[in-house]
């Protein structure tokens, strides 16, 4: 053979290298579908991806009578729905999803049907499980197949993404090892209740504020949150740079980058709801952050498509921000804050005052927080009213002279009040019409507190917990915590810098 034909022969085998990769991969599911991974019981679920315009899709899971088929669209996208159904407490067959088209077939195997819950925030849900307190015990003992885990890759992007890194996996040691605490604990405690199959998808970063999980349109839409957040960024060098998913911690606090890369790919997805622990990085904020919250939650529901999906949150914990003074309340303003995201209906927040760490921005006590998530989801998604998942919460004060009578709404107080130290209440305060609180001294009564404090003469106003980074004891017999709370409106102070 001739160096001339040598030639030819590479140069046509290098001109069907493409087309032979091409007809390798024309119908791509999207990478949020895989083997292993938990579909949601009950409702349609989206099987998407990638195929040529005018391709046929062919959808058969194991569980339905007949095949569904659909075309991909001019933008060469295609999406069928199929229907799941209910699954019974203590049934965890595997099941196997079969989609077909153009002469090719992939399988996703090892499919579970049950309840799927997406995990996101910043550093405390992010927080792994090999770093807990009670890793040694928790971590060896996570032997579950039947929940299964996702932990998206970190991305950036200033338009919305349909890709997303990340396996599913069963839940062993070893995969639960770098997994979300909390979310794991949260789904641990699902999948105890509800004796079903559990999914969890872990999708954030740490360091991250709210405003990078809301997409772009909607914060220019919103005369505030386009003015403190998205304007100030448009406006900055920042945002003319060219996008790449490497970490800094400047990055993740940009408006919309986080939405388009680790929330967008998700949203076809069907899910049962969301839990979100996230504040550290907006806590200088408070109207604009209750506001920026509340509105990141619509903008979810509106992209899910799927109804009004509960969402759950997690309160910051206590801590100093290196200003050992008992007396300031910047940070618990900020909680205040929080608290009035759950006036947003079908959201609710846990308290984590009494398992903070006051030197600690990332206490090492996930396991009460997952579980007190699960409790919530448990009595108001799931209807499970038995279960006990607010801790007291305050309702009003009566003032008298020397005494001042601390009342709690009855339902979260139902079994009566407690401390989780056998000690006397702590963190309670007492105002004058000057403004100065003092602590007071309480105790249990029934199921209310009474206060004393010699220093106040005609008690005005009382606060519990109100300061930066008190470690609390108060609790209901439930074992929850009591809320943080101030029965005066004054107006914040005014920090010097």
Request: aromatic share 10%; net charge neutral; with cysteine.
């Amino acid at each position: 053979m001739n160096i001339r034909k040598v030639k030819i022969i590479i140069v046509l085998f290098c001109m069907a290298l493409p087309v032979h990769a091409q007809n390798v991969k024309k119908v791509k599911l999207s990478p949020v579908l895989q083997s292993n991974m938990v579909v949601q019981q009950n409702q349609p679920f989206q099987v998407w991806g990638h195929a040529p315009a005018g391709t046929t899709v062919t959808i058969q899971a194991d569980w339905m009578d007949a095949p569904v088929s659909i075309s991909a669209n001019a933008g060469n996208q295609f999406l069928g729905i199929i229907p799941v159904p209910a699954v019974r407490p203590g049934d965890f067959t595997r099941h196997r999803i079969t989609v077909s088209g153009a002469g090719e077939t992939q399988v996703l195997d090892n499919v579970l049907i049950g309840e799927t819950w997406i995990c996101s925030g910043q550093s405390n849900m992010q927080f792994k499980m090999h770093e807990t307190l009670d890793s040694a015990k928790e971590v060896p003992a996570a032997v579950y197949p039947q929940i299964r885990l996702f932990s998206a890759g970190l991305n950036f992007s200033n338009e919305p993404l349909d890709s997303i890194g990340g396996t599913w996996q069963e839940c062993t040691p070893g995969s639960v090892r770098t997994f979300s605490a909390v979310g794991y604990h949260f789904g641990k405690e699902l999948f105890a209740k509800l004796h079903v199959p559990i999914g969890l998808v872990f999708t954030g970063i740490g360091a991250s504020s709210a405003q990078a999980y809301v997409p772009r349109e909607v914060l220019a839409a919103d005369t505030m949150l386009n003015r403190v957040y998205l304007q100030p960024y448009l406006d900055s060098p920042k945002s003319k740079e060219k996008m790449d998913g490497g970490f800094t911690f400047e990055k993740v606090t940009r408006p919309f980058l986080l939405y388009n890369a680790i929330i967008h790919p998700f949203v076809n997805l069907s899910v049962k709801g969301f839990i979100w622990y996230q504040g550290e990085s907006n806590r200088s904020e408070r109207e604009s952050y209750t506001r920026l919250t509340q509105t990141m939650i619509q903008s979810w529901r509106t992209a899910f498509k799927q109804g009004n999906l509960p969402l759950y949150y997690v309160q910051v914990a206590p801590f100093w921000y290196d200003q050992d003074d008992a007396a300031l309340a910047d940070y618990a303003f900020f909680r205040e804050a929080q608290e009035h995201i759950s006036s947003l209906g079908n959201t609710g927040m846990v308290v984590t005052m009494d398992v903070g760490e006051s030197r600690d921005l990332h206490p090492k006590n996930k396991k009460p927080i997952g579980v007190r998530l699960a409790k919530t989801a448990l009595n108001r998604t799931y209807g499970a009213l038995s279960i006990a998942y607010q801790g007291p919460k305050f309702d009003f004060a009566l003032f008298g002279k020397k005494e001042v009578a601390v009342h709690f709404l009855s339902e979260t107080v139902r079994n009566g009040l407690e401390t989780n130290n056998g000690n006397a209440p702590e963190h309670f305060f007492i105002a004058g019409a000057d403004k100065n609180f003092y602590p007071a001294e309480a105790r249990i009564e029934e199921n209310h507190i009474v206060l004393t404090c010699h220093k106040v003469k005609n008690p005005v106003a009382v606060r519990y917990a109100f300061t930066n980074f008190p470690v609390t004891n108060l609790q209901n017999k439930d074992g929850l915590p009591a809320l943080p709370f101030r029965s005066d409106d004054w107006p914040e102070p005014i920090l010097q810098k």
